[in-house]
């Protein structure tokens, strides 16, 4: 899953990284001639003065041109990268190996887990590596610059690491004692207003006070302690805030006082030790990122298709299938095989599991366990119980269904009497003329393999007599789900649900 998303956030990530360097590499240089400047300064060195004067401020003018492009390098690419990945995680869920059981999950998934996702690799991540990368490169140079004063600046760099002891040792369990405190009082409140019948009727309502008064003194105790530990850590940032700003000029100005560093280094000096400070929080906002990133990649992980091979003797087979929805078990084993030519008619009572059962055959919905085992499933024609009341019109959808026989097309139109609803949008018509239009495509389709699910449902009496035709005229193999009986249709076959289990008659 990491390697899925890289792949597509590659570019951004090394345009991250590019742009977090450059602007070091580009202030460092311009920290050098400021450097050579104030030297050529102090020493008199009157004709040297004003070409470096003239190249450092060239040089700082020319610093915005390639700070500009990298910066509108990195933020095309990573909108393009960003919307790129957006599709293709689309194309998953339209194939169903990404599950997304409503528009509201669908939402979650591509509008908050994606960008979440895309913020870790094109932003997180590539200013992480960066500041680790400089921070080595500014402790590295000061100390080679003047060990003395480097190694001062970077011990002082260190003290940004309190704050984490501090929250990963005291304030965190606070933090979390807190949180438990909260979280029974909420139940508890919520217990006394499901049982609030029984306390009043066993007269045990002071003893639920007491209690609840008991849960109120702890909040209150644990909340205090909670604002305490935040006080102690906003003073504790504001203190290193403060020491890292001005300590760093207190620091190299005594050293310039006391002759171990130049004047003429303090540019240099400060620049570096600049960036040595501001690299140490994208470390921190990387170890944060990181575990949020994992956690929306654990609800973006996809599946492999449903499909796990080709049956050796049949058109589809399936054994042992179980599926559960809400902790409640729908199918517990359910094993069927379809051969080639099978006309099987799949019923149940309502809440068999049959549906759902279909569903997995037709590869709409994947089972919790379970091998389904089938072959050319593509070029299938499928029906489902239900469709989307789409905003399209009748002839949009259906010429956006490959491999329809338009001979056939026009007889099923005919037979169901809906032609003359084609121009008018899906969402405007009735259930019946809905599943007529959508029955016309399915036994239109040049496919050898049909599944219908309750085709029956809302058809009148004329419909049902002309499916039922239809289904005997058809040479492929049928899987036709239907909890009542329809006109004769031919079926060879009678498979029936019983507890999510098949009974073969």
């Given at each position: ?271 570096l030790s600049g960036h040595l400070f501001n690299a140490m929080e994208p470390i921190f906002d990387l170890r944060l990122a990181s575990i949020a990133c994992r956690e929306a990649q654990a609800r973006l992980a996809f599946r492999d298709p449903p499909i796990a091979g080709k049956p050796s003797a049949a058109v589809l087979a399936a054994e042992d299938i179980q599926k559960s929805f809400d902790g409640k078990s729908v199918l517990r084993g359910a094993t069927i095989t379809v051969n080639y030519g099978d006309r099987i008619w799949l019923r149940g009572d309502n809440g068999s599991g049959k549906s759902t059962l279909l569903s997995i055959l037709a ?143």
């Amino acid at each position: 899953m990491k390697s899925f998303f890289f792949s597509y956030f590659r570019r951004s990530f090394w345009a991250g990284l590019g742009w977090e360097l450059g602007c070091f590499g580009m202030a460092f240089g311009c920290s050098l001639l400021l450097s050579r400047l104030l030297e050529a300064v102090t020493a008199g060195l009157l004709p040297e003065v004003v070409p470096l004067a003239l190249a450092t401020l060239g040089a700082l003018a020319l610093t915005l041109v390639p700070r500009y492009g990298l910066t509108l390098f990195r933020e095309r690419t990573a909108l393009v990268e960003a919307q790129r990945c957006r599709e293709a995680l689309y194309s998953r869920v339209l194939d169903l190996t990404l599950p997304a059981a409503d528009g509201g999950q669908l939402e979650v998934l591509l509008e908050k887990d994606l960008p979440q996702v895309a913020e870790y690799y094109q932003r997180a991540l590539p200013a992480g590596m960066g500041s680790i990368t400089i921070t080595l490169c500014a402790g590295g140079l000061l100390c080679l610059a003047n060990w003395q004063v480097g190694l001062t600046l970077c011990l002082m760099d260190l003290t940004q690491l309190l704050p984490v002891i501090v929250y990963e040792g005291w304030a965190k369990r606070i933090y979390q004692r807190t949180r438990s405190d909260e979280e029974d009082y909420c139940a508890w409140m919520l217990e006394g207003h499901n049982g609030r019948r029984t306390l009043k009727a066993y007269g045990a309502e002071n003893w639920y006070m007491a209690r609840y008064r008991e849960k109120c003194r702890a909040i209150c105790r644990s909340g205090r302690q909670a604002e305490e530990a935040g006080a102690v850590e906003r003073v504790l940032y504001a203190a290193i805030d403060t020491l890292l700003r001005y300590g760093s000029l207190l620091v190299v100005g005594a050293f310039i006082l006391s002759g171990t560093l130049a004047v003429t280094q303090a540019p240099l000096f400060l620049v570096l030790s600049g960036h040595l400070f501001n690299a140490m929080e994208p470390i921190f906002d990387l170890r944060l990122a990181s575990i949020a990133c994992r956690e929306a990649q654990a609800r973006l992980a996809f599946r492999d298709p449903p499909i796990a091979g080709k049956p050796s003797a049949a058109v589809l087979a399936a054994e042992d299938i179980q599926k559960s929805f809400d902790g409640k078990s729908v199918l517990r084993g359910a094993t069927i095989t379809v051969n080639y030519g099978d006309r099987i008619w799949l019923r149940g009572d309502n809440g068999s599991g049959k549906s759902t059962l279909l569903s997995i055959l037709a590869g709409w919905m994947a089972p919790d366990a379970g091998q389904v085992l089938a072959e050319g499933r593509e070029n299938w024609a499928c029906l489902p119980q239900t469709e989307p009341e789409l905003t399209l019109t009748g002839r949009e959808v259906l010429s956006a269904i490959p491999g329809l026989d338009y001979g056939a097309l026009q007889n099923a139109l005919n037979g169901f009497q809906i032609r003359q609803l084609l121009d008018r949008p899906l969402d405007r018509l009735s259930g019946g003329e809905q599943k007529k239009l959508y029955l016309a495509a399915a036994l239109s389709k040049k496919a050898p393999v049909l599944l219908l699910d309750e085709p029956g449902n809302h058809l009148d009496s004329a419909s049902l007599e002309f499916l039922a035709a239809r289904l005997r005229e058809y040479e492929g193999t049928i899987l036709l789900c239907a909890h009542g009986a329809l006109p004769a249709w031919g079926h060879t076959r009678t498979i029936r649900m019983e507890g999510g289990v098949c009974h073969e008659y």
